[in-house]
């Protein structure tokens, strides 16, 4: 979920690249040529369910907002085909923040992109807290390295994110304590913690900007209950211990009930202990909420879990969240 507070620091292509426009000889393979020899290449970045922490990084009068994503096994897929057969060209099928990502890409490199065709697939609906539009930008980039057979760069696609959007962290396939405003990795948190899910996407959008005075306002309010739910959490990703994680996130979403509240979250809490599951988790400034579990519900669970949504008024989703 977006950081609503933060500062953009604004791209700028680097001065010790070589510039290969049009007209210019590419390098061999592995420095910036192009290599399309196997027909379509592929980018692919995954979502999140929102954060398992959405709050101050630190307790103080001028918070500074860091989140935990929650990464799952959604993804956004983006596909460059090379055009050997004449012809006009098709539409491109990247969106606008997208597309701007593919130039700045392009400019920072010094690179000209040959002629061939884009396509997209994403498995992340728009809007309630799956990080779909970060995703499609890193899926595009990805895509763009394997594209001229250039190693992956984290601080590129930092540098383009941070011209575009505040971000999630979903550049890294890790969990990270992350400052989406300021485009800065706080502490790496691993991949040894992972939970199985079961989720609503509750109706209605959040306009982050009109928000974000009153979840200033709360995180100088509520600083102290916010950096001990921090310190746990991080507790619990350094011990590797799953449950710790889930009760803190619990915890950040109560909190997070108290300025942007979810209808299903009491209902959740209230039952957790009858399905047994760990936790609850929320998008803090989207639309989702959930049961985290450290262990795969039973089929009978699953079926009395969706019953249960449903008695909500809505369908429920099981996913896996996280890397463990």
Do not use: N
């Not at 192009?34 to 995954?46: A, E, F, K, N, R």
């Not at 350094?238 to 299903?264: C, M």
């Not at 049961?291 to 449903?310: I, M, N």
Request: glycine share 10%.
């Amino acid at each position: 979920m977006r950081d609503p507070a933060g500062s953009r620091r604004p791209y700028r292509p680097r001065a010790d690249v070589p510039s290969y426009g049009p007209g210019r000889t590419l390098p061999g393979p592995g420095t910036g040529a192009p290599d399309l020899s196997d027909g379509t290449v592929s980018g692919v970045c995954h979502g999140t369910l929102g954060e398992l922490y959405q709050g101050p990084l630190r307790a103080g009068a001028d918070p500074e907002i860091a989140v935990v994503s929650f990464p799952v096994d959604r993804h956004s897929w983006v596909y460059f085909t090379p055009r050997t057969a004449a012809g006009a060209p098709r539409p491109s099928a990247l969106g606008e923040k997208s597309a701007t990502a593919a130039r700045l890409f392009l400019d920072h490199y010094g690179l000209s992109l040959p002629p061939g065709d884009w396509h997209t697939h994403s498995e992340l609906p728009v809007g309630v807290g799956m990080a779909s539009s970060t995703a499609d930008i890193v899926a595009t980039l990805r895509c763009l390295f394997r594209v001229f057979s250039l190693p992956y760069d984290a601080d590129v696609v930092l540098g383009v994110l941070a011209d575009i959007e505040r971000a999630d962290s979903v550049f890294l396939d890790e969990f990270a304590l992350y400052l989406s405003g300021r485009h800065r990795v706080v502490r790496r948190l691993g991949q040894d913690v992972g939970f199985h899910t079961a989720f609503v996407t509750e109706p209605g959008t959040v306009d982050t900007a009109a928000v974000t005075p009153l979840l200033l306002d709360h995180y100088r309010r509520r600083g102290d209950e916010y950096q001990r739910c921090l310190t746990d959490l991080v507790k619990g990703f350094d011990s590797g211990d799953p449950a710790a994680v889930a009760r803190a996130a619990t915890a950040s979403a109560a909190l997070s009930q108290e300025v942007l509240p979810k209808a299903t979250f009491p209902s959740l809490r209230a039952q957790r202990e009858r399905f047994g599951a760990d936790g609850v988790f929320v998008a803090h400034t989207g639309c989702l909420a959930g049961y985290l579990f450290t262990s795969r519900p039973r089929a009978e669970v699953k079926s009395e879990l969706s019953a249960f949504f449903r008695s909500l008024g809505h369908q429920c989703t099981f996913a896996q969240g996280g890397y463990g």
